[in-house]
């Protein structure tokens, strides 16, 4: 208690010092811990939002950028599945349901004057059910023409079943407005038309064509027999479709969600290893202006040792006191910036609404940044307290 006193007396002593020291470990670890919180939120919200279709199995046109995941705009090119190609399909994954999508793109009139340009999804009228929910409203039928309108559309422009839109300059009635789905493996039509495929070849054209095929697997033990059906089937001579299921894009996008932490934990590194050598410097003052004290103390008898752990315990002051403020200030700021972020990024869905910021490892990253922040001071006050110990008595109480 006496060595920590000593410590104590010091740091007072040269108290400015002493606070900037302080802050800058407050710095590092605010943001390590803050940085690592935003990241720990934007992985929650990526999950919550991926619409995780486990028992599905998405089919794509081979291109240059074969083997990315669906939806990757590397892949937006003219390229399509030929209706052929689609029966072969349906054979190979015989019994599981094989669902051949349309997609497009035209300009639509909402109505009140506001139009704008939109995604126009087109699939069999007994396919809507199985990958689609109505929240208002009905399914069109083949023979009764009707649209489904994604959700996050009809909120905008307060779309409600029975109203009318205005596709490319064809009049159709919105039969129902669909559930919130998210980003889904699939497809995503919460800002999309959905419509019969014969009203889409009638307004689009017939093309026997497919962007995308869609299998329904069912039982989620059977997809890699299934994806290794369809590749002996359609890929066996060359390249022909991409086979792919969530668990791949749910693979790349914890793989880019480790990137960005690494990255951002590198950002809060780099601000701790700032403050070490700025606590380095502090020391090694410290020890240089302490020399004949050191002679004194080691020629009355105080051990090695004993002086090493004298200014380790400067070190270790600075470090606590430093850590436990930047913990508690990043319990803050990572809740403000994991907020603002959130909010920016869910704005007009309701996938930020009821979001929990703080989770178990978000704890774990302010421990840890409370742990590295500790852990850097001593590392950085060891080698100034080492060379103090190891001064020579006489040498020590000669200098001036």
Avoid: C
């Avoid at 990757?72 to 094989?98: K, L």
């Avoid at 889904?184 to 038309?193: G, M, T």
């Avoid at 020399?291 to 002051?317: C, D, H, K």
């Amino acid at each position: 208690m006496m060595f920590f006193s000593f410590a104590m007396r010091n740091l007072k002593r040269h108290w400015v010092r002493s606070a900037l020291s302080i802050i800058g470990i407050i710095i590092g670890v605010v943001a390590i811990a803050s940085l690592g919180i935003m990241g720990n939120s934007i992985n929650l919200l990526v999950a919550n939002v991926i619409t995780d279709v486990g028992d599905t199995i998405v089919i794509t046109p081979h291109t240059a950028f074969g083997g990315t995941f669906a939806g990757d705009p590397r892949t937006a090119v003219d390229a399509a599945i030929p209706a052929r190609e689609v029966e072969e399909i349906r054979r190979a994954v015989n019994p599981h349901r094989t669902i051949p999508v349309l997609q497009g793109a035209d300009e639509v009139e909402f109505g009140r004057g506001e139009s704008g340009y939109a995604r126009i999804v087109g699939l069999a009228s007994e396919d809507i059910p199985i990958l689609l929910e109505v929240a208002e409203g009905q399914y069109p039928r083949q023979n009764q023409p009707g649209a489904l309108v994604g959700t996050h559309l009809a909120r905008e422009y307060g779309i409600s079943p029975g109203s009318r839109l205005t596709i490319g300059g064809e009049s159709i009635r919105v039969s129902g407005v669909l559930a919130e789905r998210g980003l889904a493996f699939d497809i995503n039509p919460d800002y999309a038309v959905v419509v019969t495929d014969g009203w889409y070849e009638s307004h689009f054209g017939a093309k026997d064509t497919y962007p995308l095929v869609i299998v329904q697997v069912g039982d989620v033990d059977r997809i890699d027999a299934v994806k290794e059906a369809i590749e002996s089937r359609i890929n066996r001579r060359e390249e022909v479709v991409d086979v792919s299921d969530s668990r791949e894009m749910l693979g790349q996008y914890e793989e880019i969600y480790d990137q960005i932490t690494v990255f951002l934990l590198g950002i809060g590194g780099i601000a701790l290893v700032v403050a070490a050598v700025n606590i380095l410097n502090v020391m090694y003052i410290s020890v240089t202006e302490r020399i004949r004290e050191i002679g004194v103390m080691r020629s009355i008898g105080v051990l090695r040792r004993e002086i090493l752990w004298m200014f380790l315990y400067e070190a270790v002051i600075l470090g606590v006191i430093g850590s436990v403020v930047g913990g508690l200030l990043s319990t803050a700021f990572g809740y403000l910036i994991s907020v603002v972020f959130i909010e920016v990024a869910t704005a007009g869905t309701t996938f930020g609404e009821n979001f929990t910021v703080f989770d178990l490892s978000a704890v774990g990253y302010i421990v840890f940044g409370m742990v590295f922040g500790i852990a850097t001071s001593i590392a950085a006050g060891f080698y100034p307290a080492w060379r103090a110990s190891q001064l020579a008595p006489i040498d020590a109480m000669r200098q001036k």
